[in-house]
Structures are given as structure tokens and as C-alpha cells.
């Protein structure tokens, strides 16, 4: 079955320590987006890829990078993970169509911790 | 600014109609979303609808839309308690909308009591 795969699931880290999460999907599609969600919060856009180019919020950290080397994956880098970033970190993706729907297909999650 | 309002709970019983009410702000968004997000879990996609509709109904699912107020609603007939979740409303705000960025609002807790 085509699908966004996050791994891993659950992710713990120390205070400064950094940290990559992994996104990988199968359903060939063009738009690749973080987002991060905090406890009983909407999910917060950090960032996208449109293919290959990189949109970046205008208030997503400098602590928060990304790399896409392929359609297939895209990865999140957090440099120096402070207490405040422990948070679900959620990867969707939409193809890019005339019509303007972007129905965005999101993976499970992956949990952060950070001690 | 662009803003997604949502109630924060919502509580019925097995069997009953459940309503969930969103707001938004911004009126150039074409597409109008409800996710649902169940425990520990990613968001999965439950329907859409495009602004030119006032209505959509997907099994047990009804999606209205009343675009003057701004004013989107998710009905689940005959809630059962598989339904309990968090569900969200998203539009696509205009700055956003070439690349499909979602503003979410913050979700509804639904807890269905049997």
C-alpha cells in the first residue's frame, strides 16, 4: 500500500544533542512538508519541499534544518535540541495538482523527547 | 492574520449525531479540510470540500459550508465509539495556497460515551 512512513516512532535525545528524524513515502508526490505539534496544539508548518526546492516558514528556528536528496525521502535535522522542541514531529505529503487541492497524506508521527 | 477557531470539546453519546464547528478567516481559501487525529497517531484525511459547495455528504459523514459566515461544519451520524478523536479544520490561506500550506485549527476533542 502506498504510504508516508516516519521512523523512528519514538525518539529520545539529551539537551543539545543532535537529532535527525526520517520521512519516506511511497506515493510519488511532489510536496513533501514538517510540521511539529505540540500537546493539545495544531500542527505548526516548519517547512516544505516543492520537489526540490525548500520553503521555509518565516518563524520556524534556525535550530530546524531539512534535506531532501531524492523524491522518495526528506529529513529533519534539529542542531541543538532545546526542552521547549520535545514535540510530535509530523511528515505529510500532497502531489500538485491544477485544480488546488492539496490533500495532504501525513505519516504516524514521530515522538521527541528530549532530557 | 489568518486563524482557524475550533471548540475544544465535544462530548455525545453513542449513537447520536455529533456537530463539529469550525470558523476561518480567510475567504480566498478554495478547499476546506477535516482531519482526524486519533491517539498517538499521524492525521488522516476524512473529506474535503471545495468553496463553491454548501454541502457534501460522504457515507456518514456531512460537510457544511456557509461562506458568508465563514462558517464550516462536520457532521458524523450514528457516532460510534471509534469515532472519538481530535478532529481538525484547515483551510489553505491564500499566501500559502500555491503550495498547499495547511493553517490547522487547534482540534476537537470528540469523546463519544456509550
Known amino acids: 500500500d502506498a504510504m508516508v512512513i516516519q521512523n523512528p516512532r519514538y525518539q529520545v535525545t539529551q539537551f543539545g544533542k543532535p537529532v535527525t528524524l526520517s520521512c519516506s513515502q511511497t506515493?510519488?508526490?511532489?510536496?513533501m512538508y514538517w510540521y511539529q505539534q505540540k500537546s493539545s496544539q495544531a500542527p505548526k508548518l516548519l517547512f516544505h519541499y516543492y520537489d526540490k526546492d525548500f520553503n521555509n516558514e518565516a518563524d520556524t528556528p534556525d535550530n530546524f534544518q531539512s534535506r531532501r536528496p531524492n523524491t522518495s525521502f526528506c529529513f529533519l535535522d534539529i542542531r541543538s535540541p532545546g526542552l521547549g522542541d520535545a514535540a510530535m514531529y509530523l511528515c505529510a505529503t500532497s502531489r500538485f495538482p491544477g485544480s488546488g487541492n492539496y490533500e495532504q497524506y501525513f505519516g504516524p508521527g514521530t515522538r521527541l523527547t528530549v532530557t | 492574520g489568518e486563524d482557524v477557531e475550533q471548540s475544544l470539546f465535544l462530548s455525545v453519546r453513542e449513537g447520536d449525531s455529533s456537530v463539529i464547528n469550525c470558523t476561518y478567516t480567510d475567504s480566498s481559501s478554495t478547499y476546506l479540510y477535516w482531519y482526524k487525529q486519533e491517539p498517538g497517531a499521524g492525521l488522516q484525511l476524512l473529506t474535503y470540500?471545495?468553496?463553491?459547495?454548501d454541502m457534501k455528504q460522504d457515507q456518514r459523514l456531512t460537510v457544511l459550508l456557509n461562506k458568508k459566515d465563514k462558517h464550516l461544519s462536520l457532521r458524523i451520524a450514528d457516532t460510534q465509539t471509534g469515532d472519538s478523536a481530535i478532529y481538525f479544520c484547515?483551510?489553505?490561506?491564500?499566501?500559502?495556497?500555491?503550495?498547499?500550506?495547511?493553517?490547522f485549527g487547534k482540534g476537537t476533542k470528540l469523546s463519544v460515551k456509550p
Open positions: 470540500i471545495f468553496s463553491n459547495m
Open positions: 484547515a483551510e489553505t490561506p491564500q499566501d500559502g495556497g500555491s503550495q498547499g500550506n495547511l493553517i
Open positions: 506515493l510519488n508526490h511532489n510536496v
